[in-house]
């Protein structure tokens, strides 16, 4: 099997067979059996076939031709392109030799007592350096062109693909979640089969809207957005992303309004739509900074068919990359900005003689901060955050699929495909636009009690954590906790989604006991709960999947920390604290939903467990909520190290900020050497906020007691409820300020603008009527009727002659030859004279 050939052929059927569900169901799907119900089969078996190939592409076709290292024991050797790290693995080895064998979890015993000899060190003040200061070269992957669009000299916008460890993932993990949501969607978006009744939505008469149902045009919806976030992930260039980057958003606006006639509706939905421009003018800034300084957008350096390289004559590659280009083989693969960007770098900033130039890293500081604002949007990251909670107002399967394997994963994907462009400064702004939003959303999502919102604000919670990850240098940490969350956000939302459908609300204040009526949704629920919390032992190294890749961003965090101080201790506590918060507000939801006693009893009456479309698909999830961060039994196959062949090139030394000189960004292998601290700081944390949960929710101590708590803290408790309001002060910082202007531009267009154009329009209608009355009807007009009549005279006076009596006009011809008699003999004669 050639991976070269193999691989295009199957991803790329992958991501356009759910275009050809978008397609047919656009055109048919009204068709397709009764109310369109067949429009659900056809998209959820075209995403479950994307989903077959996708796992052919990985299990078939990547795994038999690359294959898979342990990442925390040599994973990095594989991309070493030949560089000797033996001391390190020996190293490495002997502690394998004294260990117990290694577990089939994702940690073996092997790290843990490796981590707790370190931290012994640490404690007893030896320190100990497990630092891996060579870079690795590029990872291996695939890339070619579709299609060239256009061609501007070197600068070449092409529909092209860029394969590697992380597209095939990315690929396996969107489609089976988003088959997973297809289904549960058959079910819950039955009452669109029918002629549907919005009770949300009260006419001027009193009555609720009734419309036909949309069940096919939802399922065409998501088959587009489907092929979108694909898009997205196996385009081979920046533009190409920006190409379905738009899309998504495109198809998330026709999603989260899809109850368009209510107003909450079509307002999240353009609040959605505004704030990821906002995101998407900075990433275009990015896109220029590098178009005009690199001269490509393309990721990799371009393929020939057979997966080499393509070389000139001379030897040099044809059409080099962004990554190529940024880290050469020469810097031993660390980020330098090129000749170009120096050159670019010097236009937008000032170099004094003898000062050393730094216009190059400023410049790439432009693009990768540029490029990370598209990011900063479609993430929902803070300031950009506040339109992911609004998204609620779509149906829940499209929160789910929002959530977990589309929109919000593509900003956090699009920073980790682009990690090798940025530069330690750059970093450094990821990481704190990452840890600002996981402590706002955590604290927001303390006090919501809106079920989904609780869960939308832990969405934003989390891609914090994965921004932070990515921004401290822990790239494997960051994609990683990508994965997991995906599996058991996906789950959290449909169980969710599973209440609302039972209870007819979103509102946790009229929910609780519900465990009794829907045990298969209120355990799958838990399952989830614990996932997210990070639930583990942690010095067995045994836990859900979301234990593995939390603790993995707080090892990182704790390794940054160990190099800067000063950000360190911030950019640490972040995670740390905001583990106990997430605990806390993941059981508040869940106590408050199921345990208890109902709060209404006529909810609790009406509610019963999901249909098995529904609940199938949780059960599905649940499992890989939590075994998704395992290794398979018996061999280092996991979603680990797959992420870990993929890992960027350059990015496994130790780099120092050029403009600001004191940051470090360290070596992510350096982070098992804080295993033990920091599984336990997540642990005792999330176990505190888990325990206070308990008291408040459950056991409802008279300490605890919710309501007393809440009075106590009323201030703090209506600046979290009203989101730290953020919205009013977009409000009155943007919004209002804007209408302001419009208001003024509006009376400016309509008091004098309008009132010039006006004036100036009856000026020229007064002119015009002047001109008709004296020139056009006196001039023009009086001199065609002048001619008129006087031909019309003379063919009166014509007329007199033809008086049809045969004599007069014997008569005339006489005269007339007489006349001309007369007249020839009078020129005759005055002639011959």
Not at 72 to 95: V, W
Not at 150 to 159: D, E, M, T
Not at 342 to 365: C, M, Q
Request: proline letters at 4%; one cysteine or more.
């Amino acid at each position: 099997m050639d991976p070269a050939s193999l691989l295009p052929t199957l991803l790329t059927f992958a991501w356009l067979i759910p275009l050809a569900s978008f397609v047919v169901i656009l055109f048919f799907g009204k068709h397709m059996g009764p109310h369109g119900k067949l429009a659900g089969h056809v998209a959820a078996l075209s995403i479950g076939t994307s989903c077959l190939l996708s796992m052919i592409a990985l299990f078939g076709v990547w795994l038999p031709n690359h294959e898979l290292v342990d990442a925390h024991h040599g994973g990095h050797d594989a991309t070493h392109e030949g560089e000797d790290h033996e001391s390190h693995d020996e190293d490495h080895g002997a502690e394998e030799a004294a260990a117990p064998q290694g577990s089939q979890f994702q940690y073996t015993s092997t790290e843990v007592a490796s981590a707790k000899l370190t931290l012994t060190a640490a404690s007893s003040g030896e320190g100990e350096e497990h630092s891996e200061e060579h870079n690795n070269g590029p990872p291996p992957y695939y890339t070619g062109e579709y299609y060239t669009l256009v061609s501007f000299g070197s600068l070449k916008l092409a529909l092209s693909y860029y394969i590697d460890t992380l597209t095939v993932v990315m690929f396996c993990m969107v489609t089976l979640i988003a088959t997973c949501v297809h289904i549960y969607a058959m079910g819950y978006m039955h009452d669109e089969l029918h002629d549907f009744t919005d009770h949300e939505v009260t006419l001027s008469n009193g009555a609720h809207l009734k419309r036909p149902g949309r069940y096919w045009r939802f399922f065409q919806y998501l088959s587009l957005f489907c092929f979108s976030m694909l898009g997205i992930v196996i385009a081979g260039n920046v533009a190409m992303v920006f190409v379905f980057w738009e899309l998504v958003g495109i198809c998330s606006y026709f999603l989260i309004g899809f109850y368009i006639e209510r107003h909450s509706a079509s307002t999240a939905a353009n609040k959605a739509f505004i704030v990821n421009r906002v995101g998407d003018f900075g990433m275009l800034i990015g896109m220029m900074a590098l178009w005009a300084s690199v001269g490509t957008f393309a990721f990799g350096d371009m393929q020939d068919e057979t997966g080499k390289t393509v070389m000139t004559e001379s030897g040099e590659v044809a059409e080099p990359g962004i990554f190529s280009q940024l880290r050469t083989k020469e810097n031993d693969y660390a980020i330098q900005p090129t000749e170009g960007m120096v050159a670019e770098g010097e236009r937008i900033t000032t170099v004094e003689e003898g000062e050393e130039n730094n216009a190059g890293w400023w410049l790439l500081l432009v693009a990768g901060v540029g490029i990370f604002c598209g990011c900063v949007g479609k993430s929902a990251q803070f300031p950009l955050h506040v339109w992911l909670p609004d998204a609620m107002e779509g149906p829940t399967p499209v929160s789910a699929l929002v959530h977990s394997a589309t929109m919000v994963a593509a900003g956090v994907y699009l920073t980790g495909r682009f990690y090798p462009a940025f530069s330690p400064e750059a970093l450094i702004v990821i990481a704190y636009v990452g840890a600002i939003t996981l402590l706002i959303a955590a604290t927001i999502a303390i006090t919501a009690t809106d079920i989904k919102r609780v869960l939308a604000y832990s969405t934003v919670s989390q891609l914090g954590y994965m921004m932070l990850s990515l921004g401290l240098g822990g790239w494997l940490a960051g994609l990683f906790h990508l994965i997991t969350h995906a599996f058991f956000k996906g789950l959290l939302f449909m169980c969710s989604g599973s209440v609302i459908h039972a209870v007819h609300t979103n509102d946790m204040t009229e929910m609780g006991g519900l465990r009794k009526k829907m045990p298969i949704t209120a355990y799958t629920m838990l399952v989830g709960c614990l996932a997210i919390i990070g639930a583990g032992i942690p010095v067995a190294g045994i836990g859900l999947s979301g234990y593995y890749s939390k603790d993995a961003i707080i090892e990182q965090a704790w390794n940054f920390f160990d190099k800067n101080q000063f950000h360190g201790s911030i950019l640490l506590a972040a995670p740390v604290f905001g583990a106990a918060i997430t605990a806390f507000y993941m059981f508040r939801l869940w106590y408050m939903t199921f345990a208890g006693e109902p709060r209404n009893q006529q909810r609790y009456d009406h509610a019963h467990e999901s249909p098995s479309t529904m609940t199938t698909p949780l059960i599905i999830l649940a499992v890989f909520a939590v075994a998704v961060g395992w290794n398979f039994p018996g061999t280092n196959l996991g979603v680990y190290n797959l992420l870990d062949q993929a890992r960027p090139v350059g990015t496994l030394a130790t780099s120092e900020g050029v403009l600001m000189e004191s940051l470090t960004i360290p070596n992510e292998h350096d982070a098992h050497n804080f295993l033990v601290k920091a599984g336990l700081a997540a642990f005792g944390t999330a176990a505190a906020g888990l325990l206070l949960a308990t008291l408040m929710y459950l056991l409802r101590w008279d300490m605890f007691n919710p309501a007393e708590i809440k009075q106590t803290f009323k201030p703090i408790h209506s600046w979290l409820w009203n989101k730290w309001w953020f919205d009013e002060l977009y409000w009155a910082v943007f919004v209002a300020p804007s209408m302001v202007v419009a208001k003024f531009a509006s009376s400016f267009d309509r008091g004098v603008i309008d009132s010039i154009l006006h004036g100036a329009a009856s000026a020229a209608k007064g002119g015009s009527q002047v001109v008709d009355a004296v020139f056009d009807k006196t001039v023009v007009d009086g001199s065609v009727n002048a001619f008129a009549r006087g031909t019309w005279d003379f063919g009166l006076l014509l007329k007199k002659l033809q008086t049809g009596s045969l004599r007069q006009y014997i008569l005339f011809i006489v005269v007339g030859a007489m006349v001309l008699f007369v007249s020839a003999f009078f020129t005759i004669v005055i002639s011959g004279s």
